[in-house]
């Protein structure tokens, strides 16, 4: 049996005599693994993708039903989503707690948290391969500091690249802020590693999107559900809300 199968089985309840969590929720790459959001940051904002209505167009959970999924504290789930709200992965609305309702962010191309953190994953693909066999993986392991430090984002190298991409969304800089980006990684390892890279960022651009377009080629992005054949949603819940007694 395939994992994917599996998994879908899992999330229909078949293997449990009684099971409260049916359904799944999609949760790509690129966000999961996203640089400078924290886990349980994503995991308030997987919640919120999972009680998304397409009907409505929001999500309606209270921070009590949030925080009894997630075992936390709801005092913690409200700091997850103000933090969602301003690295703009979602939008909300009304008043406190109860009453709000939550959009998740259909713009995410956009979003300078993903956009940086692909790029950062990029470049340590193409460093990967200029590195000399005999480093091993220790490189990788120091290159951590570069990305989870416990200060603010205004007081490392990382952050203040956020910061310089913001201001730079749309504008023709924006371009010039990637580069600086990628050549300060660059640096970065060789200082790390006390070994000279020779990477011409332009032409590993130009061949990574080449590729791209290549494995796009004849894809359709409509997915089939293996779920009873039931048209595949952001979302899928097949359960009743134990605490929508909280809402």
Known sequence: MKLPDYLMIL?????????????????????????????????????????????????????????????????????HLKSLEQKGFIKSRGGKGKSKIYFPSFDLKNNVYLILSEWFFFAISVIRKKLHNSMGAEWANQLLQFVNVKISTENDLYGKFLIKLQKEMGFAFEEDVILEFLNCMKEYVEQLTMQSLDINWEKEIKTAIEKMKESKKGKTYKRKSTMNNRKPTLSSNDYDDPFDLLG
Do not use: M, W
């Not at 996203?34 to 997987?46: N, T, Y």
């Open 11 to 79: 999330a229909e309840g078949a293997d449990f005599e009684i099971c409260s969590n049916r359904g799944y929720v999609i949760t790509p790459n690129c966000v999961r693994r996203c640089i400078r959001v924290p886990q349980e940051e994503k995991l308030v904002l997987f919640e919120i993708y999972s009680h998304y209505n397409d009907e409505k167009g929001y999500a309606f959970p209270t921070q009590q039903t949030l925080a009894l999924y997630l075992g936390i504290s709801a005092s913690t789930v409200s700091k």
